[in-house]
């Protein structure tokens, strides 16, 4: 599924956060925004999900431009994973995973066996198998972030939109998560903090800063010191250690 942005402009509380931003995603292609807090990686999320309709602008999914096509067509193909979850605590994992399914039953349908089926698979993929019978609420961060992404993939969508996925996640579940959603092969758009996750893990690096696109293509190519060093605003360095780009950074003086 292929994602084009064409510029696009956006504002929050009555301010421009986003200025004509333009990116293209092919399909399959992982795409992730980086730049420091507040340059509109969320803000250009939620364009994508049709959570904040851009004033001018369009963003077109397969060349349909989703603020003109029918919502619940746009359930159906973009998944959403967002950086924190305020309800729900009560259901199960399983529960809470088999959500996904909604947007592909009718309004009085219930889960079929393909769906349990799915959902099930899905569970031991993302290693929740364990954990099917716990409460949201009774869950570590992280746990409840890899039950939510589980709830993204059993929607099978084509079109996965991860806003700081990995922010709860230890090392090891940082890598598999990534892993996994690398060997999706969908279209994937995620903002991350992570220099090295994004150099290691995405084909393409889109660099905001102050609601612009400052640079954006292969990582090796984007994620520069020059660059990183004036968008951030910071001292950087960047290498390679044991065949993967390392960042290293220091305060300014
Ligand atoms: N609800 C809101 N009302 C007013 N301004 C907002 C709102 N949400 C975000 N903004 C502003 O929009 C700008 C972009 O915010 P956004 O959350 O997209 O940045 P970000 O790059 O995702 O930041 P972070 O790395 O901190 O998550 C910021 O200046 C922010 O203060």
Same mark, same amino acid.
């Given at each position: 599924?292929?994602?084009?942005?064409?510029?696009?402009?956006?504002?929050?509380?009555?301010?421009?956060?986003?200025?004509?931003?333009?990116?293209?995603?092919?399909?399959?292609?992982?795409?992730?925004?980086?730049?420091?807090?507040?340059?509109?990686?969320?803000?250009?999320?939620?364009?994508?999900?049709?959570?904040?309709?851009?004033?001018?602008?369009?963003?077109?999914?397969?060349?349909?431009?989703?603020?003109?096509?029918?919502?619940?067509?746009?359930?159906?193909?973009?998944?959403?994973? /967002?950086? %924190?979850?305020?309800? &729900?605590?009560?259901?199960? #994992?399983?529960?809470?995973? =088999?959500?996904?399914?909604? !947007?592909? $039953?009718?309004?009085?349908?219930?889960?079929?066996?393909?769906?349990?089926?799915?959902?099930?698979?899905?569970?031991?993929?993302?290693?929740?198998?364990?954990?099917?019978?716990?409460? /949201?609420? %009774?869950?570590?961060? &992280?746990?409840?972030?890899? #039950?939510?992404?589980?709830? =993204?993939?059993?929607?099978? !969508?084509? $079109?996965?939109?991860?806003?700081?996925?990995?922010?709860?996640?230890?090392?090891?579940?940082?890598?598999?998560?990534?892993?996994?959603?690398?060997?999706?092969?969908?279209?994937?758009?995620?903002?991350?903090?992570?220099?090295?996750?994004?150099?290691?893990?995405?084909?393409?690096?889109?660099?905001?800063?102050?609601?612009?696109?400052?640079?954006?293509?292969?990582?090796?190519?984007?994620?520069?010191?020059?660059?990183?060093?004036?968008?951030?605003?910071?001292?950087?360095?960047?290498?390679?250690?044991?065949?993967?780009?390392?960042?290293?950074?220091?305060?300014?003086?």
């Amino acid at each position: 599924m292929s994602l084009r942005m064409e510029n696009v402009s956006v504002s929050m509380g009555g301010r421009r956060v986003l200025h004509d931003v333009s990116v293209d995603v092919l399909t399959g292609q992982f795409v992730a925004l980086v730049g420091p807090n507040g340059s509109g990686k969320s803000t250009l999320l939620r364009a994508i999900y049709r959570a904040k309709r851009p004033d001018h602008g369009r963003v077109l999914v397969d060349g349909d431009d989703v603020w003109r096509s029918d919502a619940r067509a746009a359930a159906r193909r973009t998944g959403v994973l /967002l950086q %924190e979850q305020h309800s &729900g605590f009560e259901f199960t #994992v399983a529960e809470t995973v =088999a959500q996904g399914r909604t !947007p592909h $039953l009718g309004r009085f349908d219930r889960l079929g066996s393909t769906d349990h089926e799915i959902v099930h698979d899905i569970c031991e993929r993302t290693g929740l198998g364990p954990l099917a019978d716990r409460r /949201l609420g %009774e869950l570590s961060g &992280g746990e409840r972030q890899r #039950v939510l992404l589980a709830r =993204a993939l059993a929607q099978q !969508p084509r $079109l996965l939109v991860l806003d700081e996925p990995t922010n709860h996640l230890d090392i090891r579940h940082q890598l598999e998560f990534l892993e996994l959603v690398r060997g999706l092969d969908i279209t994937v758009v995620a903002a991350l903090h992570g220099l090295d996750l994004a150099a290691t893990y995405a084909d393409v690096a889109v660099v905001l800063r102050d609601g612009r696109v400052v640079a954006a293509g292969a990582p090796t190519e984007t994620l520069t010191d020059e660059l990183l060093s004036a968008v951030f605003d910071v001292e950087c360095t960047v290498d390679t250690l044991a065949g993967r780009p390392r960042f290293s950074f220091r305060p300014r003086r």
